[in-house]
């Protein structure tokens, strides 16, 4: 893991997909797709809850984008 996060690589999200964990219920795999490939993440269900929560209100906190044209 790196120590600095100004060296912490970012990258565009393009997608992403939740992917039911059969042999454990209990967790879904989350792969975000980007330009360099999926990165694959696990979660349980009070992680996706504060996720949603956090991004919910990030995304009422941004302003909007205007169309192009």
Known sequence: MQDNPKDRLALPLKGYQLVDNTLDPTVVGIAF???????MFVANREIL???AKAFRAKAASMPSQKPQG
């Open 33 to 39: 797709e980007t330009e360099q490939g999926p990165y």
């Open 49 to 51: 809850e504060t996720l």
